[in-house]
């Protein structure tokens, strides 16, 4: 038998994997398809010479074999939306001389009767699933949870770990990042993955509710407290939160007098209606999120130093988009995904170049600003791909280097970084292809390399 093995092993290699049921795919450690069997294939409706050297995001969506590749951990009977169905995936990390190098997935596919009665069954139980989550959502105000964050990089990955710890207990959490980071994404995760996750959650956005109507949003009133109060008073944010949590957005803009009351809520744990002539006791945990630097806001005496302290007892950063690109690629499939699922238009993947202007987009508006941008683009593009003619003028190479401030110098110098950072990236890290695709020699891509600190 050991000999058979070693005579025919291409035989029995195409036998076992290119004539089987199941579809078969191997990635290197970057995600890029080093194989993938007939049968894999067929169901994709590709063939090898297109599919191999590929992303694997680019030719089987929703998959995860990259990140399995990267984590060294092995998800086994994962189900997966490919084309319209439900499979039952497993991805295994391949391993040489103690590293992870790769991983081998495979997924059952049987076009038969019983597979697509499986299939139905597991169709209607999402559904179900759905319904009940929906209902839930409705109930208690929380839209997302940590599995809506779409990413793969190292730094998103610790956040949510770090998401994962902190959200159990009670302590407050201060959310900070740019506008558009998600900083609301990861309060609902919060909220979900704690005790209170069956208790309302009322989220209060302190930008745009006005100074003379905030006390009263927060804290409610009695009947007769004030001209055109409601008959029987109204309940505010705190009391409909008890028991729940309550998340104050941009709360850089709360005026002072607000920011005394939530102090005391903090404090004491009971709030004051206006026209009340008693306290109420109510238990929330208190989740805040900003984009302003709160330490220059209490030097200006524009934030209270006492109630900093009482909200930043656990600190999350949330990163920009710029400074975790390898997010783009996965991040861009899955809007892309969820907007012509919206707008019923079909358009199933990017040209390269528009990846490419993404990679080196430095995003100001963050994950807010990509998904405006890939919606105009669904609706604009003539075509199944997204070419880069159907971005927005600002964001196309020809457009976004001129919208960069500095001298001359400092933005040619930021443009040939940036080019620098997209060859390597196509190259893989490989720095002679990366000088070839440059066209200029390697000792001088290693200076350039040194003198941007790449």
Same mark, same amino acid.
Not at 422 to 433: C, E, F, P, T, V
């Given at each position: ?5 070693? &005579? ?26 080093? /194989? ?44 997966? /939306? ?15 001389? %103690? ?65 994962? !710890? ?30 209170? =996750? ?29 001209? %055109?109060?409601?008959?029987?008073? &109204? ?53 805040? *999120?900003?984009?302003? =630097? ?14 900093? /302290? ?22 861009? &499939? ?65 457009? /976004? ?7 001359? !110098? ?15 990236? !196509? ?7 990366? *000088?070839?695709?440059? %066209? ?7 200076? !350039? ?6």
């Amino acid at each position: 038998m050991h000999h058979l093995a070693d &005579k025919y092993k291409e035989e029995i290699f195409e036998t076992v994997f290119e004539n089987a049921y199941h579809c078969f795919v191997v990635v290197d450690g970057d995600g890029l398809i080093t /194989y993938m069997n007939n049968t894999y294939c067929d169901f994709l409706e590709t063939n090898k010479q297109e599919a191999i050297g590929k992303h694997v995001t680019d030719v089987i969506e929703n998959s995860r074999m990259h990140i399995v590749a990267k984590s060294g951990k092995e998800e086994i009977a994962d189900l997966q /939306y490919i084309r319209g169905n439900h499979m039952i995936a497993n991805r295994i990390p391949v391993r040489s001389d %103690g590293e992870v190098v790769g991983a081998v997935g495979t997924v059952l596919f049987r076009d038969t009767k019983e597979w697509k009665k499986m299939n139905s069954h597991i169709k209607d139980l999402l559904l179900e699933l759905e319904h009940y989550r929906s209902q839930l959502k409705n109930q208690h105000g929380t839209t997302y949870s940590l599995h809506d964050i779409v990413s793969s990089s190292p730094q998103m990955n610790e956040l949510k770990n770090k998401i994962k !710890k902190v959200s159990p207990g009670d302590v407050s959490v201060l959310l900070r990042g740019e506008s558009g980071t998600g900083k609301e994404l990861f309060a609902h995760s919060i909220h979900h993955l704690s005790e209170r =996750s069956g208790k309302p959650f009322i989220k209060v956005n302190c930008a745009a509710i006005p100074e003379h109507l905030l006390e009263s949003e927060l804290f409610g009133y009695k009947e007769g407290a004030f001209t %055109g109060a409601k008959k029987g008073g &109204k309940l505010g944010k705190f009391q409909l939160a008890d028991g729940g949590t309550v998340f104050l957005d941009e709360i850089g803009d709360m005026p002072l007098s607000a920011q005394v009351k939530i102090l005391r809520v903090l404090q004491e744990g009971e709030v004051e209606a206006l026209g009340a002539n008693d306290t109420q006791k109510i238990d929330v945990r208190i989740i805040a *999120a900003t984009n302003q =630097s709160l330490e220059k806001l209490i030097e200006e005496q524009r934030f209270r130093d006492d109630l900093f /302290y009482r909200i930043n007892v656990v600190q999350v950063q949330i990163p920009p988009l710029r400074e975790r690109t390898e997010d783009l690629r996965v991040l861009s &499939k899955y809007i892309l995904t969820k907007v012509t699922e919206r707008s019923g238009k079909r358009v199933i993947d990017f040209d390269q170049l528009v990846l490419d202007c993404f990679m080196t987009y430095q995003w100001p508006g963050n994950i807010r600003e990509l998904e405006n941008v890939i919606e105009s683009a669904v609706h604009l593009t003539n075509t199944e791909i997204i070419k880069l003619e159907d971005l927005p003028d600002r964001i196309r190479p020809n457009s /976004y280097s001129l919208q960069q401030n500095g001298t001359l !110098k400092e933005i040619l110098n930021n443009t040939e970084k940036q080019t620098i950072e997209r060859s390597l990236r !196509k190259a893989n890290g490989d720095k002679l292809k990366a *000088a070839k695709l440059l %066209g200029i020699g390697k000792s001088k891509l290693y200076d !350039k390399i040194k003198k941007y600190g790449i």
